[in-house]
């Protein structure tokens, strides 16, 4: 031996890599074609649920934050025994009070105090049935943006301004301009009486609430239905929609059980979630849905790489037969062969999630457009005419991983056999 290849810093490649990883990376490449087709499996799945998840997550958050600006806002404070029997008597007492302590709470950024009625509106010889909503405009505007569904006129301004659904409107045949007389009962017997002045129309898209609902001001209705500084719901908008739970939390630890403190009204605090649970369930059985068509394609997938791992430990029996002859040991050619799983799911994955990422990034610009027939059920489902894909830590990294784990299962199922295989037996095998 040269005195040259004797010289302890020679520089020699091979032996500054890890043997196993080395050999697994080199084995990929001498069936290039099957390689491709494996690691552009993975990619398949990979691109194909983290597109899906980043476009059914961002559907959600839209439906979410769409929902929850039309009117109910991200959390609402009631008399609890208002949330079973709407009565009118059932109120927050010293409504003022309570707003301001629930606005300096963790987490919250706007309050606005409401009160509501049942009342029949009659305009000229037309009579129906409308649930009178009092409103603060100013404050209302922080928590909701309910004031940009008005399509004509204005919002109310004072104390003789109504703002009807347009199907109420039309119900009633009144216009902006046109006059709305209220008879209602008042909190504490006798008669509510208003006369208002029609000074805007909404639309939402929601039946409902298009003919039922009227707009007016909030120290107008409470004069006329005989409430003092009294409130039915106060609505509160918190800086994080995600973290609405924990600020729900942080309400019901530092507010009283009942306010005003000792013998007063029995306080409810309710998170969207209980204030539309139609929406929630809507949301959960599709992430079930969803969640089935994913594990689907990539259990798909997953087979197509225990197929090729197959192939591989036939076609390779030679090789590791010769392996096991000059001493390696089974398992260190398992190991080997998760190796090459390992660096199959790297290249698929990472094509996969390429991919994805320009393809949602370019969506969440320019949104993905529902259709015309679909626009008046969008509204139903409190989502907007266009969906914008969104980036979460759910989407990009669940289906990488559900796809690591199953190609290293798919790896080590059919290398198993190699514990048995004997040297003599697998030099015999055709090459």
């Known amino acids: 031996m040269s005195e040259a290849a004797l010289t302890p810093d020679r520089p020699v490649r091979e032996a500054s890599l890890p043997l196993l990883p080395t050999l697994g990376w080199r084995n990929l490449w001498r069936n290039r074609r099957r390689t491709a087709l494996t690691a552009g499996g993975v990619a398949f799945a990979v691109f194909l649920v ?21 009117l109910n806002g991200h959390l609402q404070i009631q008399n609890a025994d208002y949330v079973d029997d709407e009565r009118l008597e059932e109120t927050l007492p010293a409504a003022s009070v309570l707003a301001a302590r629930v606005a300096d709470a963790p987490g919250v950024e706007a309050v606005a105090p409401r009160v509501e009625a049942f009342a029949l509106a009659s305009a000229d010889e037309r009579s129906f049935g409308a649930q009178v909503v009092g409103i603060d405009p100013a404050r209302e505007a922080e928590v909701v943006s309910f004031h ?35 008879l209602g009962s008042a909190s504490r017997g006798g008669v509510a009486a208003m006369v208002l002045t ?46 609405v739970g924990q600020v729900a939390d942080g309400l019901r630890r530092s507010l009283p059980a ?34 089935l068509f994913y594990w689907i394609v990539m259990i798909l997938v997953a087979f197509s790489v225990v197929n090729t791992f197959i192939m591989t430990v036939f076609e390779r029996t030679r ?66 005419t266009r969906l914008y894909p969104t980036f979460t830590a759910e989407a990009l990294l669940t289906a990488p991983l559900v796809m690591l784990v199953g190609t290293q299962i798919a790896a080590v199922l059919p290398s198993l056999r190699l514990r048995r295989l004997k040297p003599v037996d697998a030099l015999r095998v055709a090459a």
């Not at 609902?213 to 800086?239: I, K, M, P, S």
């Open 319 to 384: 090789e590791f037969g010769m392996m096991l002859a000059i001493g390696m040991r089974p398992m260190g050619i398992v190991a080997m062969l998760q190796w090459e799983a390992v660096f199959m799911w790297l290249i698929g994955a990472s094509v996969g999630v390429g991919l994805a990422a320009l393809l949602v990034a370019w969506l969440a610009d320019v949104g993905i457009y529902l259709g015309a027939d679909l626009e008046r059920l969008a509204a139903e489902m409190y989502m907007p």
């Open 50 to 70: 983290v597109t899906s998840m980043c476009i059914q997550l961002g559907s959600y958050e839209t439906m979410q934050d769409t929902a929850t600006s039309l």
């Open 258 to 291: 009942r306010w005003p403190e000792g013998d007063g009204a029995p306080l409810a605090v309710r998170t969207w979630e209980a204030l539309m649970p139609d929406l929630r369930q809507a949301i959960e059985i599709d992430r079930l849905s969803g969640a």
């Open 148 to 182: 940009e569904r008005i399509f004509a006129g204005r919002q109310v301004a004072g104390p003789e301004d109504a703002v009807l659904g347009e199907a109420l409107a039309r119900n009633l045949g009144v216009d902006v301009g046109g006059e709305v007389v209220l």
């Open 198 to 243: 029609v000074s805007g129309l909404f639309r939402t898209g929601v039946a409902e609430i298009d003919r039922s609902l009227l707009l007016a001001d909030l120290a107008a209705v409470r004069q006329a239905f005989a409430l003092g500084d009294e409130a039915h719901r106060l609505v509160v908008r918190t800086r994080d929609l995600g973290a």
